[in-house]
């Protein structure tokens, strides 16, 4: 973080990236002064209700934060700044934003946690749009010539005032991660598929070590003793309670709930009740160490895809045991009317041998459980997702696989991909693919070896 005083003093001259959060109430013009350089500006956590008119004076800015401060509309100066792709505005108090306010460039805008009732047409007339975050506003529609943004792969609409998802949606050639929940649209099929757990009352747990912290809540190892039982260590996590960039966390909780037991999901063991502060949370299994994120985050660069580890390697038989279990309990989520809404590599914890588990229901969203149309696309639209995954996986395949075993798989990547939502495979037949071929790819994969 930086600071203003070196700002002032001439200290940060040539920098590309400035952070400042310093309680600040006007933009300061000293930024002007880095004009030559700055392409990533963060202003978040100030005080800010106003941007400069002249803020296209920055020619190179690519990047602009402006998350908790006073904004009550979005800034039309943005739609001037010809180089910017990414807008950050996440809780603020705005409720309106025009077409004049979007950059020509836009590629991911976010506007979570805010009070936005409509958007502008102009959405759709932005064609590099690829990730786009509204949970947590008043939206009771979408502006329909969204359904010209051909390249939009991420859309967070959970917690808004959505009575239906439009046709149009369910047809986007590359939309792959979907979060609407929260809306009277699933309030049906989230309330038939809600089902009750086993209560853990607070006193029964004793947290130990931090194991890790998301935007939803935090998660602790601990010690669980039920009265007449031993001992037994496990994973808590408590739910932080505010608006997230995919939705409500304790949606998020009520869909680990209703996911039930899966190989390849983590066991939900109970909900705690009783906290001292009333905060919700939920009692895991605890995962061994020997487990480790499959992927980093995606980055301001990739914007909607993942960051792999440079030297990541990956067996053959690994990355198709990850693949076949992450495909089959996707298809255990749909039966029990759930799309994950965020299936991604950075969420899938695995070992060395490919084993894995599929983690972080925060975008996770009910629908129906009889097969319609809108069903079918709902689902198809995370097939999609899988097969990203998929290509990811092969990416890293070493020593290749043989020409046939490669040939088919690359097929089905391209199927689960391909831009005709309802022409995609379901999950059940993914995971009859991977589990009757892959084992002989795999033995194929084997004999190759020295």
Not at 101 to 129: C, F, K, M, S, Y
């Amino acid at each position: 973080m930086h600071t203003l005083a070196q700002l002032r003093a001439g200290q940060l001259s040539g920098i590309t990236r400035l952070d400042l959060a310093c309680g600040l109430t006007e933009f300061p013009r000293e930024i002007f002064e880095l004009a030559d350089s700055l392409e990533i500006l963060n202003l978040s956590g100030n005080q800010l209700d106003t941007l400069p008119d002249d803020l296209h004076r920055l020619p190179h800015l690519r990047v602009l934060f402006c998350s908790d401060n006073r904004f009550t509309e979005l800034p039309e100066c943005l739609g001037r700044c010809s180089a910017l792709t990414m807008v950050g505005f996440k809780a603020n108090r705005i409720t309106r934003v025009t077409g004049v306010a979007l950059p020509p460039r836009l590629r991911w805008l976010i506007l979570t946690d805010n009070d936005v009732e409509e958007l502008p047409d102009e959405l759709g007339q932005r064609p590099h749009l690829q990730k786009l975050m509204l949970a947590g506003n008043r939206l009771q529609q979408l502006p329909a010539s969204l359904g010209q943004c051909h390249r939009l792969e991420l859309l967070r609409i959970a917690a808004n005032q959505l009575t239906e998802l439009p046709q149009w949606l369910l047809e986007l050639p590359s939309l792959s991660w979907l979060a609407y929940a929260g809306n009277p649209l699933e309030a049906q099929a989230e309330a038939a598929a809600l089902n009750t757990t086993v209560p853990i009352d607070w006193s029964q747990l004793a947290l130990q070590q931090p194991l890790g912290e998301g935007a939803s809540g935090v998660i602790h190892q601990a010690l669980w003793q039920a009265p007449g039982q031993v001992a037994r260590n496990v994973a808590v996590k408590l739910y932080k309670g505010q608006m997230t960039s995919d939705g409500s966390p304790l949606h998020e909780m009520h869909a680990c709930i209703t996911a039930g037991r899966h190989p390849n999901l983590i066991d939900v063991l109970g909900q705690v009740t009783g906290h001292p502060e009333q905060q919700a949370g939920l009692v895991m299994a605890l995962i061994e160490p020997s487990y480790r994120n499959l992927a980093g985050l995606p980055s301001l660069a990739s914007c909607t895809r993942d960051v792999y580890a440079d030297d990541l390697r990956l067996s053959a038989p690994a990355a198709l045991r990850i693949a076949h279990g992450i495909a089959s309990a996707a298809a255990h989520l749909h039966r029990q009317g759930i799309t994950h809404g965020d299936l991604y590599g950075h969420n899938i914890l695995c070992n060395d041998q490919g084993d894995c588990l599929l983690g972080d229901f925060g975008a996770a969203s009910f629908h129906a459980i009889t097969d319609n149309l809108q069903t079918r696309a709902l689902q198809r639209i995370e097939v999609r997702a899988f097969g990203i995954l998929l290509g990811e996986l092969l990416a890293r395949i070493e020593p290749a696989l043989a020409a046939q075993d490669l040939a088919w798989l690359q097929d089905l990547q391209a199927r689960c991909c391909q831009p005709e939502v309802l022409a995609r495979p379901g999950f059940d037949e993914i995971e009859g693919l991977l589990r009757d071929r892959g084992e002989g790819a795999c033995s194929r994969w084997a004999a190759k070896q020295p």
